[in-house]
């Protein structure tokens, strides 16, 4: 048999490396060195040896692709997920907890320059009480898929069970892919949110077209028949709440209210000792006037009321100010008062801030504070804890704290998110 040469054909052997891994980074890669920089290969753990090919190779940093492992960390675990490694939700369900924390929180050191006091974590599993569920119609199948995102991709990985769901959501998932998937409007539909309030599980349909009576009918059906409270989402802006009682939970013995796309915090169990550590770190005493900046509807404000003189919660979001004003009146609680502002401008200039304030506790999102790190240094409080969602900017607010004067106290690793990459934190920081 004749076998011709293309010119466009160019055959590339890759060189086979053997590589150490000595690190983990919060993405589940492990960190090996490489003519002298870091080599990241997704799926080695510190201890394991490979022969690994070169996938990236730059002038800092260089990507691996495991061809064989040589050997197993005694930290390895098998996933408890069948869909890690595809499903982009999860990313270190191969290591053990243990291992996880520790590689986040040398991470947290390193960059905020200080020892990490403590671990606040929870259940490893089953923690996670809020999800959102693509879903994507399949003409050439007819099937309807219902899951998350692929790492580095948007396909969605069909899933049927997820371990890190609290188990009352995780149980919904086959009869809700059932119901949604007889739906006459399958194709219409966007994405299923399920949030587990005190009171009950909830969900909330986003869809593009209108529903046909039937296919309401089936929905109604399905939330009576699991008990589950139900929301419409026509357009992105509306929410129609067809079924069910109005959700909340507790913080620090506290009832919220809250609207299902409302932020609340994922893990309910680390939400409840973090709430707990900042009023410690805080030390409010009853003649203190502490003022919670990026409040929400009053995660920390509410608590923060019951051991304070005055609490002022400021907020940039019009509805999340009203809930929680609402959430004060329905605690009964008179010291506490909720403003809306735009939290790049100076604070200190409203009204309020003539009175000062004692103490400072601020939430912000992933994006940090930078703008608002100045009033706060002018209101000068004794203690501030900011509670951090990305250790990068969190880094960043902190230098200009440390050059006001402040000092770093305490600095807690919080293990909101286990098996994924994401790393939360919380500092107090006081007033030298």
Same mark, same amino acid.
Request: charged share 20%.
């Given at each position: ?44 753990? /510190? ?31 098998? /996933?408890?997920?069948?869909?890690? #490694?595809? =499903? #982009? ?32 974590? *929870? ?22 898929? &219902? ?14 069970? =997820? ?39 909830? &969900? ?7 529903? /046909? ?7 109604? =059906? ?13 357009? @992105? ?21 809250? @609207? ?8 309910? *169990? ?26 929400? &509807? ?25 809930? *929680? ?55 000068? /409080? ?15 607010? @902190? ?34």
């Amino acid at each position: 048999m004749a076998q011709f040469y293309s010119a466009k054909r160019r055959v590339t052997t890759r060189e086979i490396i053997t590589v150490t891994v000595n690190d983990l980074d919060p993405f589940g890669q492990g960190v090996a060195r490489h003519n002298g920089k870091a080599l990241f290969v997704n799926g080695l753990l /510190p201890q394991e040896s490979a022969e690994i090919t070169l996938t990236e190779d730059k002038k800092q940093y260089a990507r691996g692709k495991v061809k064989r492992r040589l050997n197993d960390s005694p930290e390895r675990e098998t /996933p408890r997920c069948p869909y890690f #490694g595809v =499903c #982009g939700g999860c990313q270190q369900q191969h290591a053990s907890v243990a291992l996880q924390q520790r590689s986040k929180r040398a991470a947290l050191q390193r960059m905020m320059k200080h020892e990490v006091d403590e671990v606040i974590d *929870g259940t490893p599993w089953g923690y996670r009480r809020r999800a959102r569920l693509s879903l994507n119609y399949q003409p050439k199948t007819q099937q309807l898929q &219902m899951g998350f995102r692929k790492a580095n991709a948007s396909d969605i990985v069909d899933i049927r069970q =997820c371990p890190v769901l609290v188990p009352r959501l995780e149980a919904l998932l086959p009869a809700l892919h059932d119901c949604l998937s007889h739906l006459k409007s399958a194709r219409q539909l966007g994405h299923i949110e399920l949030v587990l309030a005190d009171n009950g599980p909830l &969900m909330v349909l986003r869809h593009t077209a209108a529903l /046909p009576v039937a296919d309401k009918e089936k929905l109604e =059906c399905f939330s009576h028949t699991h008990d589950v409270a139900f929301y419409l989402a026509p357009q @992105s802006e509306i929410l129609e709440h067809v079924t069910g009682e109005a959700p909340w939970y507790t913080s620090n013995g506290l009832r919220l209210t809250f @609207s299902p796309r409302d932020f609340i915090q994922v893990n309910d *169990g680390v939400n409840q000792k973090m709430v707990a550590t900042a009023l410690a770190w805080l030390d409010v005493q009853p003649e203190d006037r502490v003022l919670d900046l990026f409040c929400g &509807m009053g995660n920390f404000t509410l608590p923060l009321a019951h051991h304070a003189a005055e609490v002022i919660g400021v907020e940039g979001v019009p509805a999340l100010v009203e809930k *929680g004003r609402e959430n004060a009146a329905l605690n009964h609680l008179q010291n506490v008062t909720f403003f809306h502002e735009n939290l790049e401008e100076d604070v200190t200039r409203q009204a309020w801030a003539k009175h000062g304030v004692d103490k400072v506790l601020l939430d912000p999102a992933r994006a940090g504070a930078p703008g608002v790190m100045a009033h706060i240094i002018k209101l000068a /409080p004794t203690r501030v804890v900011y509670v951090s969602c990305n250790p990068a900017t969190l880094a960043r607010d @902190s230098d200009a704290l440390l050059q006001a004067g402040y000092q770093i106290q305490r600095l807690a690793m919080l293990d909101m998110f286990p098996h994924t990459g994401h790393l939360e934190s919380m500092v107090l920081f006081v007033r030298g």
